[in-house]
């Protein structure tokens, strides 16, 4: 199987954000807070609504949150 191909800031965000925990962001977007684990360890790829929720929670556009692909290359 291969990799998550679906990249996210939602860690740097969080702490951006006077280091919210993963259970805040959790309650904020209603989901556990394993949940939140494994979006941040590109083990889960979000629902669109949980995407659009979870970018709603941090008050940024879609793309300021989630990419698709490898953004490393650079």
């Known amino acids: 199987m291969?990799?998550?191909l679906v990249g996210n800031h939602i860690r740097?965000?969080?702490f951006d954000h006077n280091?919210?925990?993963?259970?805040?962001?959790a309650d904020k977007v209603?989901?556990?807070r394993q949940?939140?684990?494994a979006l941040e360890r590109g083990n889960y790829s979000p629902s669109l609504e949980l995407a659009f929720r979870i970018a709603?929670?941090?008050?940024l556009q879609l793309d300021e949150v989630f990419f698709y692909g490898d953004n490393?290359?650079?």
């Open 56 to 59: 709603l929670a941090f008050n």
């Open 35 to 37: 949940t939140i684990v």
């Open 72 to 74: 490393t290359k650079k």
């Open 19 to 25: 280091e919210m925990t993963q259970q805040q962001l």
């Open 2 to 4: 291969g990799k998550n």
């Open 30 to 32: 209603g989901v556990t």
């Open 12 to 14: 740097r965000l969080r």
